[in-house]
C-alpha cells in the first residue's frame, strides 16, 4: 500500500546536536508537511511544501530547517537540538483528488518521530 | 487567519452515553472543515470532512454557520472510540485545533 514513513522513530539525543528527521511517501503527493505534537498544545505545523521547489514557514520554524530532496523526501532538521524541542513529530502529505478536479485537503500521516532532547 | 478550537482537552463519557466533540471556527469565507482522529499507537487518519455530509464509525459532524461551530456527535459511544481527535480546516498549512482526548468507559 502506498505509504508515508518516517524514519527514525525514536531518539534521543544531547543538547546541542544535530538532529535529521526523514520522511518518504509512495502515494506520488506533491504536498509534504511536518508538524510537532506536543502534550496539551496540538499539532502545530513547522514547515511545509507544496512541490521540490516550494518550502514555507509554518507556524514554529523558529530552530528548525527542512530540505525536499526529491518529491517522495522531506526531511527535517534540527541544526542544534535543545530541550524544548523534545517532541512527538508527524510528516503528513496531501495530493490533488483528480476526480473531484480539485483538492480535497485530505491529510495522510505518517506514524511519528518521538525525538527527545536531554 | 484560519482558525478553530476545541475548549475540551479531555472529555469522558460511560459506555452507551451520547458524545459531542466540540469545534469552534473562527474565520471569514466558506469553511471547510475535518475531523481528524488517532487511536492508540495508531497514526492520525481522517475521520469526516463536513463537505462529504457522511456518518463514519457512528460519528456525525455538522456546520452550523450561526454558532461557528463544527461539532463531532456520536449517539452511543463505544470503547474503542477513545481516542484524540483533532478539529482542522482544509488543507495542511492550516492550524489544527489542540485536541481533545475522548475515554469512553465501560
Known amino acids: 500500500d502506498a505509504d508515508v514513513t518516517q524514519t527514525p522513530r525514536n531518539r534521543i539525543t544531547k543538547t546541542g546536536k544535530r538532529i535529521m528527521l526523514e520522511c518518504s511517501q509512495t502515494k506520488g503527493h506533491d504536498r509534504m508537511y511536518w508538524y510537532r505534537q506536543d502534550p496539551g498544545l496540538g499539532l502545530r505545523l513547522i514547515y511545509y511544501?507544496?512541490?521540490?521547489?516550494?518550502?514555507n514557514k509554518g507556524e514554529i520554524s523558529d530552530g528548525y530547517s527542512v530540505s525536499r530532496q526529491a518529491q517522495a523526501k522531506f526531511s527535517l532538521s534540527l541544526e542544534s537540538a535543545i530541550p524544548n524541542q523534545t517532541a512527538l513529530y508527524f510528516c503528513a502529505t496531501s495530493a490533488l483528488d483528480v476526480r473531484e478536479g480539485e483538492r480535497t485537503g485530505e491529510l495522510f500521516f505518517g506514524e511519528g518521530s518521538r525525538l527527545t532532547v536531554l | 487567519a484560519q482558525r478553530v478550537t476545541q475548549p475540551e482537552k479531555l472529555l469522558s463519557v460511560f459506555k452507551g452515553a451520547p458524545v459531542e466533540l466540540k469545534c469552534n471556527y473562527s474565520?471569514?469565507?466558506?469553511?471547510?472543515l475535518f475531523w481528524y482522529v488517532q487511536y492508540s499507537r495508531q497514526r492520525l487518519q481522517l475521520l469526516l470532512r463536513?463537505?462529504s455530509r457522511e456518518s463514519i464509525k457512528g460519528f456525525t459532524a455538522d456546520l452550523n454557520k450561526g454558532e461557528t461551530s463544527f461539532h463531532l456527535k456520536k449517539p452511543f459511544a463505544q470503547e474503542e472510540d477513545s481516542a484524540m481527535y483533532y478539529c482542522a480546516p482544509k488543507g495542511g498549512k492550516s492550524t489544527f485545533g489542540d485536541g481533545t482526548t475522548l475515554t469512553v468507559k465501560p
Open positions: 474565520y471569514s469565507g466558506s469553511p471547510e
Open positions: 463536513h463537505i
Open positions: 511544501s507544496f512541490d521540490v521547489k516550494d518550502i
